[in-house]
Every structure is written in C-alpha cells, then in structure tokens.
C-alpha cells in the first residue's frame, strides 16, 4: 500500500521504518530534513512540500499525519485543502477527542474520511508492535487493515473502536491509567527505598515481582530496568512533565460524573514536581517516561 507519512519523531520514524521493511511504500515529509533523508535511504520516497507529498500519492491519496496535538489543527487545514475528494486522513497523535471530532466533521463536508489512531508502544513498538485504537469509518478502517496488521506484528494488537474520535478518546483514557499506574509504583519504591526497613535491594525486589507476582507488568519491567542501571538514579532531577493525556481524562471523567481519585492524586504530584518538590518517587516516574518513551529526563 501507498501512504503518506508527516511527522518523523521518535514514532513515527519508527512506524515508516516498520512499514517500509514489510513492503508498503512511503512518501515521507518533515521539517526536519535530515530525517527524511535517513528514511530515503531505507527506500522510503522523499517530499520536499505539502503540495509535492500529495502529487506523488496518486488519485485517492492516504496520509498519515504523527504530529504533536498543538499543531495538528494547522496541518490538518492545509492538507484538507490540498487533498482530493475519497482521500483518507489520519492522525495518529496524541490529539484531544473533542478536537477530533470538529476535524472529522469538517473533512467530512469536503468528503474526505478522517481516521484517528490512538497510538501506544513508545519507543520500542519497532520491536513488540504497537498498540492502536482507532476511529472512523468501517470502510477507511477496512482499507487501511493491512497497515495496521503490519505496525501491530509481533505482539501487538488493535482494534477499530468505533466512529470518528472514538480512537483517540480510547487512547486518553488509556494515558489516564497509566498515570495512575505510574503513580501507585513510583510510590511503592519510594516507601522501599525510605521507608523504615533500609537497604533494600529495589532492582531484585523489582525481579521478584516480575516471576509471578500479581503486580508484574511492563512498567514494572521498565522500573527493573532502571533501578538495575540507576539504584538511586543520580542525576534524575524529578521533574515530571504532563503531557496532557491524562489532564483531558480527568476532564472527560468529571464531565461524566466519575471520580478518578488516583488520576487526580497522580496529577496533582506531576504539579508538584513542576514546582520543585521532588521525591525518589518523581526521579522514577521522569525515568519511566524517559524509558518508554524517550522524555527528557529533566526540566
């Protein structure tokens, strides 16, 4: 399948990579010209502009959009009016539901189909396959099938949730829990490391809880990971930066009338930790992010 790609960061390089080597081919574009030139080399088909990129993707071009949320609305415009009627469109960022819905209705008065694909698997989805939620129309999911079987290969699964926005809502509250989850194991380790039983060894704690235990999972494996490298991650600052997922949850939660009190306590620390109060727990929670997803490790 052809596919137009914007947006070569740390996913959606990896998301070209992963197509390009299972035969889909890509015209790929970016601000960033050197990543574009990285990919050619890998066979993917170079754009120099918005216009040049839909001119080589034929007739009923598809066009996959990996952006950050506050510049997606921007993008979404131009190509809306530089695509032809029957394109498909699809944003697979981190994009609020409800600015996806007034997308999706907009590209559908000029009769193009918007697919949202709320995207998970951070930097290592090259290797284990991505998790994606997607949203939109049965028939633009059924087209866009094989490239989504080719991203999930060799572990990771996804699912056509439902109508425009559905993806990317699915995705939040995704994010939602795990800033809970993040939260509920930074919190543990801070308690082992200074709680009133001392030199514990966290990283073979860590081990044991990933033989077996109830509480194994892939955080906890990425923790093991960290505590083995870093025991006491020396140089961790502690910040924690908010990247708006689990803010649009806790939202979306009181909208609905569902308290999150996890979430809320799990954004209230990500606050404290941007006003200097900083803990073992936050150093992990930055470390975390940093090794799933590649985050700055501080401020």
Known sequence: MKIGFVGLGKMGNQIVTKLLANDHEVVAYDVNRTAVAALEQQGAIAADSREDLVAKLGERPILWLMIPSQFVGAE?????????????????????????????????????????????????????GFSLMIGGEKPSVQTLAPVFDVLVQPHGRWIHAGETGSGHYVKMIHNGIEYALMQAYAEGYDLLKNGKIQNLDLAAIADVWQGGSIIASNLNALAAEILHENPNLEGVEGFVAASGEGRWTYDAAQEAHIDMPALREALAVRDASAEGRYTFATKLLASLRNKFGGHAINK
């Open 76 to 128: 979404v415009d131009a190509y809306l009016d530089l695509l032809p009627q029957s394109s498909i469109l699809i944003d697979g960022g981190n994009t609020n539901f409800n600015e996806t819905l007034l997308r999706g209705a907009k590209a559908a008065e000029r009769g193009i189909r918007y697919v949202d694909v709320g995207t998970s698997g951070g930097i290592h989805g090259l290797q284990n």
